[in-house]
C-alpha cells in the first residue's frame, strides 16, 4: 500500500505535536506519555503502506478512515496541554482583537439584545446540528461503498481539524465562557440549551476555542457533502454550514473572531491548500522516464 496525502499530513501533526510537548517531558510525566503516544501514531502509516495487499473489508475499512480516529483521539489531549500550559494571555489578546475589528465583544451584547424564546432556541438548535451535520455527511459516505469518495472525506476533514489542533496546540484559547459572564434569560433554558451543556461537559476540551472547529467542521462538510451527496442533502449541509456561525455567537460558545477564523480556515483549505498539495504530490509521484538510448553509430565503411 503506498501512502496517501492524509498520511503525510497525519504524520506532520504528530510531528508537531511531539515538539510542542518536549518542553514539558522533564516536568510531567502527561507530557512524556503524550510524546510517546505521538510516536507511535508516527509510526502508523508507515506500517499500513508496508502492509500487504488484502481484501479483509474491516482492514481496508480501517486504512481509508484511521486519520479521523486519530482526530477524536488526539481531541481530549488538547485539553490536558492547555491545563499543562494555560491560556489566559491568549483569551485576552483574542478576546481584545474580536472588540477592535468588530467595536464589540458581540457574543456579550447578542443574546440580552435579543432575548427572544424561539431566537434562542433556534440558536441552540443550529449549534447542536453541528453533530446532526456530521452524521447527515459521514454515516452515509462510510456506508456508501465509493472508496474514492470515503478518501476525499477523510482527507478533507483530517486537514480541517489537524490544521486547527495545530493552532490549539500552540496557542490555546479557552474562549468567551470563560472570560465573559454567560447570559441567562429568555431563551436559554430549552431542550437543546440543555443536551449541548450536557455535550460539551461529557466532551469538550479546554483551549479549543479559537478558530472554531464548529465553523470549521461544517464549512467542510458541506463542501464535501456538495461534491459526493444527492442534492437535497448537499443543500441541507449548506443550510445548516450557514446558521451554525452565527449560533456559535450567540450561544456564547465563541467570540466572532473565532467562527471568522474557522471559516476562513474550512474555506482556504478546500479552496486553495489540498488543490495545491494534490497537484504536488501528483507531480511527484510521476515517475521521471529516462531518454531512449540512441542507437551506436554504425562505423561508415572505408
Known amino acids: 500500500m503506498s501512502l496517501l496525502l492524509v498520511d503525510h499530513l497525519v504524520a506532520l501533526y504528530n510531528v508537531v505535536l511531539i515538539a510542542v510537548w518536549s518542553p514539558l517531558a522533564g516536568t510531567s510525566a502527561a507530557a ?6 505521538h ?3 508516527l509510526s502508523l502509516p508507515l506500517l499500513l503502506a508496508r502492509a500487504p495487499a488484502t481484501r479483509s473489508p474491516a482492514v481496508l475499512a480501517l ?3 484511521y486519520p479521523l480516529l486519530w482526530v477524536l483521539a488526539f481531541w481530549r489531549e488538547l485539553g490536558i496541554h492547555c491545563g499543562l500550559v494555560g491560556s489566559t494571555l491568549n483569551d485576552v489578546f483574542i478576546a481584545g482583537l474580536d472588540r477592535t475589528l468588530f467595536g464589540v465583544n458581540l457574543n456579550v451584547t447578542w443574546a440580552p439584545a435579543v432575548a427572544i424564546p424561539w431566537v434562542g432556541d433556534l440558536m441552540q438548535f443550529l449549534y447542536f446540528s453541528y453533530y446532526a451535520l456530521l452524521a447527515l455527511v459521514i454515516v452515509p459516505m462510510l ?9 476525499d472525506l477523510t482527507l478533507r476533514l483530517s486537514a480541517a481539524y489537524l490544521a486547527a489542533y495545530v493552532v490549539y496546540a500552540i496557542a490555546p484559547t479557552a474562549g468567551p465562557m470563560a472570560i465573559f459572564p454567560r447570559f441567562e434569560g429568555p431563551g436559554t433554558h430549552g431542550l437543546f440549551r ?4 450536557a455535550l460539551q461537559a461529557a466532551g469538550d476540551a479546554a483551549g479549543t476555542a479559537f478558530p472554531s472547529t464548529h465553523v470549521a ?7 464535501v457533502a456538495w461534491r459526493h451527496r444527492s442534492r437535497l442533502e448537499a443543500w441541507a449541509a449548506l443550510v445548516l454550514a450557514v446558521g451554525i456561525p452565527p449560533a456559535t455567537v450567540y450561544t456564547q460558545n465563541h467570540l466572532v473572531i473565532d467562527a471568522v477564523a474557522g471559516a476562513l480556515l474550512g474555506l482556504g483549505l478546500q479552496t486553495v491548500v489540498l488543490p495545491l498539495l494534490t497537484q504536488a504530490q501528483a507531480a511527484l509521484s510521476v515517475p521521471r522516464l529516462r531518454p531512449p538510448l540512441r542507437p551506436a ?3 561508415e565503411a572505408a
Not at 512524556?32 to 503516544?37: N, P, T
Not at 440543555?194 to 451543556?197: A, P
Not at 467542521?217 to 463542501?223: D, R, Y
Open 32 to 37: 512524556r506519555w503524550m510524546i510517546a503516544v
Open 39 to 41: 510516536c507511535i501514531a
Open 63 to 65: 486504512r481509508e478512515i
Open 143 to 151: 456506508f456508501s461503498g465509493d472508496r474514492a469518495a470515503v478518501r
Open 194 to 197: 440543555l443536551v449541548n451543556d
Open 217 to 223: 467542521g461544517a464549512v467542510t462538510l458541506a463542501w
Open 297 to 299: 553509430t554504425e562505423p
